[in-house]
């Protein structure tokens, strides 16, 4: 354990039939950074994303997570490790009850859980520790309500108030201010800033505001390639990244 | 439990409490052997996500099993139960383990397949008697000391197994197994992102939902005497997914009415000969149209309250 570095990857590559979807990607998340993943649409981000959380298997390369190789590992298994994901698409348990959405990720700290005999009564125990975390995102109001009935940018709060009750040493957002209003997006890029204390986040966003205000650390993917990588003044500054992200020289 | 559910266990209880007293104790125990079946089918649907079409196979071999102990083997009939349910056990963590790796139709075909494979086994093995099925299976004495013959003592044996059935999938259904078991259902890929290995859960489920099955297919052989193809044929397991759907997917009582209202179709229009599959299918049907959370669904809807 320790090193600058969280997460490392060394020649990830993924091919869906010949089409090579990310190619040679060497990516370095450092300890406790915010590091942004960006690139025009089809640059492979949400595959790269999905590399990393092992949800796709790589064609080729490793992934080392901690120093340890986590290339071999099931997505199960690399949650359990501390390495948590959200997903594009808001990813709640619809029938389930705000709080039983949060409880159930709070839940994983007695183990598996297969005890079908038991009562669930035994799991109030975890749920001053949601009802905390749920006031942490402004939740705290709804949560005997079916999680499906939310609105999206609730959501979104309350997947991230899952993925921090698993207490992640490595957050990955994917987007987590897709299909945002401006308030949503305000309340989210706040949120995150306040949960940065303490680990580590990759995210891979669209919205370059974001991505200015948050990250340390910026790598820009095209094609499946990494372009350039540096801080937001740096990548900004640079004229192939303009050209690929912005299609134009000017930006 | 909430105040609903309780109150509404608590009028089943007075009508499985009442019902030999005012109906044929035959006619219910039948309605409680297949409520059993589809509260057990109901399980994987309504609460893991997983639509078996193949459940004929766990409720038949249970039957086949039960009958066999009884009649050949000897055993009492609790102990003769227990046999087919071990049998529905063994057979559904061999078909979940094969059936779970795949999702929606395509793990609804494998199941039917598996299903038919027994099926066919059933129609050439010696020992269930091919056409004739196993018939004249002696119900035999509880604990070797009560007589079971007599239809209102086994009455009491089968209202117990039921309940004790019943119950436990609600236990299951309300435990911290059944809480991430839910999650699955809702989404599976966000369940595996906390760290649960989804696969594990959800052939547990299917090897719960398969004994249970097996248990109420063997009460069933014990309550008429006979195992006949009829129980592990493929209609049996379209029966279990008809009556969950029409008492209400993912409710705790749906099942159980489905299974009344299935019953009693059956033998209410038993008179218009092949016309009551013709019935059902249009009732089928009109609950797909119209009511689709099934009766209870629809009850539950409108209290706004889970039943």
């Given amino acids: 354990m320790g090193g600058d570095f969280v997460l490392e990857t060394e020649g990830l590559t993924k091919e869906f039939r010949g089409f090579v979807a990310v190619k040679d990607v060497a990516l370095s998340v450092r300890r406790g950074s915010v590091h942004a993943i960006i690139g025009p649409n089809g640059a492979g981000k949400t595959t790269c994303f999905n590399l990393l959380t092992k ?27 501390g390495v948590v994901r959200s997903f594009q698409i808001s990813a709640v348990f619809p029938h389930l009850t705000v709080l039983e959405n949060v409880r159930v990720a709070l839940q994983r700290a007695r183990g598996g859980s297969y005890d079908f005999w038991r009562s669930e009564s035994l799991l109030s125990r975890y749920e001053d520790r949601a009802r905390a975390l749920l006031a942490d995102v402004g939740l705290d109001r709804y949560e005997n309500v079916p999680a499906g009935l939310l609105p999206y940018g609730r959501k979104r709060a ?54 200015a205000g948050l990250s340390d650390t910026i790598t820009v993917l095209t094609r499946g390639q990494v372009l350039a990588e540096g801080d937001y003044a740096a990548i900004s500054a640079n004229p192939e990244v303009k050209t690929a992200y912005l299609g134009t020289e000017e930006g | 439990m909430p105040r609903s559910q309780a109150i509404a266990l608590a009028l089943l209880v007075a009508f499985i409490a009442a019902a030999p007293f005012l109906l044929f104790p035959v006619y219910v125990m039948k309605v ?31 039957s086949y099993l039960s009958a066999h102990a009884a009649k050949v083997w000897g055993f009492t009939p609790e102990l003769a139960i227990v046999t087919g349910g071990l049998t529905a056990t063994a057979l559904g963590a061999a078909f979940g383990y ?72 609600y236990r299951i259904v309300h435990s ?132």
Wanted: aromatic fraction near 10%.
């Fill in chain 2, 176 to 307: 911290p197994f059944g809480q991430v078991l839910k999650a699955i259902r809702d989404n599976e890929p966000r369940a595996i992102s906390l760290g649960y290995r989804s696969d594990d859960y959800k052939l547990l489920a299917f090897v719960l939902s398969a004994a249970i099955a097996g248990i109420a297919g063997g009460t069933k052989a014990i309550v008429f005497q006979i195992a006949t193809l009829t129980d592990v044929n493929w209609p049996m397991s379209g029966e279990a997914v008809l009556m969950t759907l029409l008492g209400g997917i993912g409710t705790l009582f749906g099942p159980v009415v489905g299974a009344l209202i299935i019953v009693t179709l059956q033998a209410e229009l038993a008179q218009f000969g092949a016309w009551v599959t013709v019935i059902q299918g249009v009732i089928f049907v009109a609950c797909v149209l119209a009511f689709r959370r099934g009766v209870v669904g629809e009850l539950q809807q409108a209290i706004r309250r889970p039943l």
């Fill in chain 2, 98 to 169: 094969l059936a779970i790796r795949r999702q929606g139709i395509y793990f609804a075909m494998i199941t039917l397949a598996l299903a038919q494979m027994v099926y066919f086994f059933c129609v050439q093995a010696p020992f269930t008697g091919g056409e004739d099925g196993i018939q004249a299976v002696p119900r035999g004495a509880l604990l070797g000391v009560l007589d079971l013959t007599p239809d209102f003592t086994l009455y009491w044996v089968v209202a117990a197994v039921f309940l004790a059935g019943f119950l436990f999938l």
């Fill in chain 1, 55 to 81: 949800f796709l298997q790589p064609t080729r390369g490793v992934i080392r997570y901690e120093g340890r190789d986590i290339t071999a590992l099931k997505p199960a298994e690399v949650a359990r490790l």
């Fill in chain 2, 32 to 62: 409680l052997c297949f409520a059993l079946y589809a509260c057990a089918f109901n399980l994987l649907l309504g609460y893991a996500g997983l639509l078996s079409f193949g459940h004929a196979a766990y409720f038949g071999m249970g």
């Fill in chain 1, 158 to 211: 309350l997947e991230i108030a899952t993925t921090l009750a698993l207490e992640p040493k490595l957050m990955l957002l994917d987007e987590p201010t897709a299909g945002m209003t401006h308030e949503d997006v305000d309340r989210v890029v706040d949120l995150i800033r306040r949960v940065r204390a303490g680990r580590t986040i990759l995210l891979v966003e669209h919205n370059l505001k974001v991505v």
